[in-house]
């Protein structure tokens, strides 16, 4: 049965793995990436608990995907002895390991886990997003608490609802209502603590937010039903009172449900390496990133990051900054030169002095701008101004029958005010906002958007500006397509290229190695070869001298290039042939997308790190008359959206990279866009998944229908809310009311607001 | 009648303990996870029988 698992996922070779246990795998996926974790500084801040022979520890792998990822995971014990015990949880994508430190080094660990294909994600930051765990369960044990005794008090109150007359229970009574009470007491001080807390708060900043009447109707019907019980008048309104903390947990917990594996709240740290190889007297000790000091000497291997601005040491660096810039294409850097943190070495291991500390880098500089000091205004939520009206409407209502009955009976103005209060619990206006925000949140996430919270809900709604990066966003980072365009190639000449290009490491030659590689052309023995860093190679192949490089480098050599566009330009016996020119790929449905978006009234922008030489393509693409803006830098983003927000404007920003981190903290909503997995997510208000961001503009529609759905919704329990005044304001409210009125609403609000987000979904769908 | 009191009692105490077998749960972590036991349980006994419990 597991064979046909793997099978159906092409994943046979996980056999070959488990038919052999107990098989030292020593030495054979040895690699030097992993040395910083010889390091007892780093394994400390890795290692969660540690005895002589046990030790464990908890890595993310991003690369979980499917049921055989657990089944594989969970038998590591067999390909390693010194592994004890290994259980993965597949929605946090984490993998906790119990192993014996005598058997495996924690490098040895990795190592293997990068071996069967799940290299662990192991960061500057350190094991922080393991803390936040533990909130969730607090929610868990005050639903636990509240659910119980919001059952028992019910079961208890039974006889009430049944009973015409006090007097049925007889002697009896007084120990049902006490108990009613003991059991209650644990919901007020526990289990409601969130909403007097809450309310507190927003009372010291003289802001009455919805928790504040949820606190005093609960404080009200608690002190009635008090009041009622010690004074042998009646048995309170306790069930109302659990039953409702009881659902307003319930609601917020669903609508807190968050995306375990993804991170929304990313800075740099999550993407720096925990430690690097330091040179120091010829030899090679692994240090903690955060102990690095200026002037020490780095040593970066193939594919690893620099992770401080440092000055490069030795030749042959080719430094990928598609992340921090996001150009596409590697740039060489010769010797002497400044290279930044936050580019990833493609070339040769290369030696670098660090110049500045990781924290003041060029790019984690971005952190520390003040323009960036000013949190996301959450506050100003859709529900709090209604919550207001709300509360005044109350009370209005509370002082009338107040009124009315001082005039007629003042014996019933007490009675009257606190039903008003009990009755006209905003209750259903949570229940309704945070139900109906839950479900949007999950239907979205159904189409892999996945938003960090409800606020974002709200804000998305109000936005009126969309600001598009490129690189990776609207092209896919992987996909790069070459085309050929000049002199058309002979076979014999298309060898001879092909040649010359399968002896660079360059990845603009292996770009074109990759071009030539359909076509089955067999090998010719290059003869001499030159690089010139940053500007190309000559080479001579089958008699051939062949220059392949920039425009710039064939010029310097005699070969006369005319039209000049990026690319890879290639000239053969002291001519010019053509280039082979590097087209992004552009997802699918862009285009489409931003023209509905623009007839919806959106203002669309674009911000590239790239160069212009796009910029007809894209005009094409997005329309000529929206603004586009190139060789923008980190911090340039972030001050056109700044300059937006000054001129009135809601923001969103769509983008990847850390190039564009501050843009996306700083807009209003920061959407972050991934390919495959949630690797490098800078900090965002949602993820979106790249193939799907050609819905953008349904997801934004269905994101405010959510304002339409509470509307509805409100309407309704309105109505409730009218009948429960017509009892509470004659004084003549019985628990009995209470009791039926309270769990009708509360699920029949849930049920609606469930139906109508679905129904509101299908429209996504139908897009497709 | 009084007999209500006794089995009320022993009632209130029978919820009580499954509240505390639920707060034990979710203490003991079982509540982190609700997807992966659902997988794990469909691999073969063979296999489950190697591996060691928590």
């Given at each position: ?364 500089e971005l952190w520390n701008s003040p323009l960036l000091n000013n949190e996301k205004n959450i506050d100003k939520s859709f529900v709090h101004p209604w919550s207001q009206y709300f509360t005044y409407v109350l009370f209005g209502i509370a002082f009338c029958s107040g009124m009315y009955w001082w005039l007629v009976n003042p014996h019933n103005i007490l009675p009257a005010i606190t039903s008003v209060l009990i009755v006209a619990c905003p209750c259903s206006l949570l229940l309704t906002v945070t139900f109906t925000y839950g479900n949007v949140l999950r239907h979205l996430g159904k189409f892999k958007m996945y938003c960090k919270n409800s606020s974002v809900l709200e804000a998305i709604e109000k936005i009126d500006t969309i600001v598009f990066d490129k690189t990776g966003t609207l092209t896919n980072h992987e996909d790069i397509h070459l085309e050929y365009e000049g002199t058309k190639l002979t076979n014999e000449q298309a060898i001879a290229i092909y040649s010359v290009t399968r002896e660079s490491l360059h990845p603009l030659s292996q770009l074109i190695t990759q071009y030539f590689s359909t076509q089955h052309l067999v090998v010719n023995k290059v003869d001499k070869i030159e690089n010139h860093i940053g500007k190309g190679t000559h080479a001579i192949c089958n008699g051939h001298s062949i220059w392949i490089g920039s ?218 | ?54």
């Amino acid at each position: 049965m597991v064979f046909q698992l793997l099978d159906e996922n092409g994943m046979c070779q996980y056999y070959d793995l488990s038919d052999m246990p107990g098989v030292s795998a020593k030495g054979v996926f040895a690699s030097d990436k992993y040395n910083y974790l010889d390091s007892v500084a780093i394994q400390d801040q890795l290692i969660q608990f540690k005895l002589a022979d046990q030790a464990h520890v908890t890595f993310y792998l991003p690369q979980i995907h499917c049921v055989s990822c657990v089944w594989l995971l969970e038998n590591l014990h067999k390909i390693n002895a010194g592994i004890i015990h290994s259980q993965t949880h597949f929605e946090k994508k984490e993998i906790k390991i119990v192993y014996n430190p005598s058997k495996i080094s924690l490098k040895e660990l990795v190592q293997l886990l990068a071996f069967v294909g799940y290299e662990p994600m192991i960061h500057l930051g350190g094991n922080d997003w393991l803390k936040k765990k533990k909130v969730n369960k607090k929610q868990l044990f005050k639903i636990g608490v509240a659910g119980f005794c919001f059952s028992n008090i019910m079961m208890l109150s039974f006889p009430d609802y049944l009973s015409t007359s006090i007097g049925d229970l007889g002697s009896l009574r007084p120990f049902f209502v006490y108990l009613n009470l003991i059991l209650s007491i644990p919901v007020l001080l526990y289990s409601a603590s969130g909403f007097f807390v809450s309310a507190y708060t927003g009372l010291r900043q003289k802001w009455l937010n919805i928790d504040a009447p949820i606190a005093l109707a609960i404080v009200v019907t608690f002190g009635r039903s008090v009041y009622e019980i010690l004074t042998h008048t009646g048995g309170g309104y306790l069930d109302s009172m659990s039953g409702i903390v009881f659902f307003m947990l319930v609601g917020r917990w669903f609508q807190d449900k968050s995306y375990d594996s993804f991170s929304f709240d990313r800075d740099y740290t999550s993407f720096f390496p925990l430690g690097v190889t330091v040179l120091k007297e010829g030899k090679e000790i692994n240090k903690p990133l955060s102990e690095i000091e200026k002037g020490e000497i780095v040593l970066v291997r193939t594919d690893e990051m620099v992770a401080a601005d440092a000055q490069l040491l030795t030749e042959g660096a080719l430094i990928d900054y598609s992340f921090v810039t996001g150009e596409n294409a590697p740039i060489e850097v010769a010797k002497g030169a400044t290279v930044f943190a936050g580019g990833i070495q493609k070339g040769r291991a290369i030696q670098v002095q660090v110049i500045k500390p990781v924290g003041q880098s060029y790019i984690t500089e971005l952190w520390n701008s003040p323009l960036l000091n000013n949190e996301k205004n959450i506050d100003k939520s859709f529900v709090h101004p209604w919550s207001q009206y709300f509360t005044y409407v109350l009370f209005g209502i509370a002082f009338c029958s107040g009124m009315y009955w001082w005039l007629v009976n003042p014996h019933n103005i007490l009675p009257a005010i606190t039903s008003v209060l009990i009755v006209a619990c905003p209750c259903s206006l949570l229940l309704t906002v945070t139900f109906t925000y839950g479900n949007v949140l999950r239907h979205l996430g159904k189409f892999k958007m996945y938003c960090k919270n409800s606020s974002v809900l709200e804000a998305i709604e109000k936005i009126d500006t969309i600001v598009f990066d490129k690189t990776g966003t609207l092209t896919n980072h992987e996909d790069i397509h070459l085309e050929y365009e000049g002199t058309k190639l002979t076979n014999e000449q298309a060898i001879a290229i092909y040649s010359v290009t399968r002896e660079s490491l360059h990845p603009l030659s292996q770009l074109i190695t990759q071009y030539f590689s359909t076509q089955h052309l067999v090998v010719n023995k290059v003869d001499k070869i030159e690089n010139h860093i940053g500007k190309g190679t000559h080479a001579i192949c089958n008699g051939h001298s062949i220059w392949i490089g920039s425009a710039a480098f064939l010029n310097e050599h005699g070969i006369l290039v005319e039209n000049v566009t990026a690319g890879v330009y290639i000239g053969m016996d002291a001519t010019f042939f053509g280039v082979f020119k590097i087209n992004h790929v552009y997802r699918k449905g862009i285009h489409e997308m931003v023209t509905r978006l623009k007839s919806k009234g959106y203002q669309i922008h674009l911000l590239s790190g790239d160069h212009p030489t796009e910029k007809n393509n894209l005009a094409q693409l997005l329309g000529v008359e929206i603004s586009m803006l190139f060789e923008q830098s980190p911090n340039d983003k972030l001050t056109y959206i700044q300059s937006l927000q000054n001129e009135g404007h809601r923001v969103m920003m769509v983008g990847d990279g850390l190039n564009d981190a501050g843009a996306l903290k700083k807009c209003d909503v920061g959407i972050a866009v991934t390919d495959q997995t949630h690797l490098f997510t800078p900090a965002s208000d949602a993820i979106l998944e790249g193939g799907m961001i050609h819905k953008l503009d349904s997801f934004l529609e269905y994101a405010q229908k959510g304002k339409r759905i509470i509307t509805i919704i409100f309407i309704l329990s309105i109505v409730y809310n009218l009948v429960g005044m017509y009892f509470a304001t004659r004084a003549q409210l019985s628990p009995m009311v209470a009791a039926i009125l309270m769990p009708i609403s509360s699920i029949s609000i849930v049920a609606l607001s469930a139906l109508l987000s679905y129904s509101y979904s299908r429209t996504l769908r139908a897009r497709n | 009648m009084s007999v209500l009191i006794l089995l009320i009692i022993v009632s209130v105490l029978v919820a009580g303990g499954f509240l505390l077998a639920f707060l034990w749960s979710v203490k003991n972590g079982q509540m982190d996870d609700d997807y992966t036991p659902s997988v794990r349980m469909l691999f073969d006994d063979e296999l489950k029988s190697t591996k060691k419990s928590n």
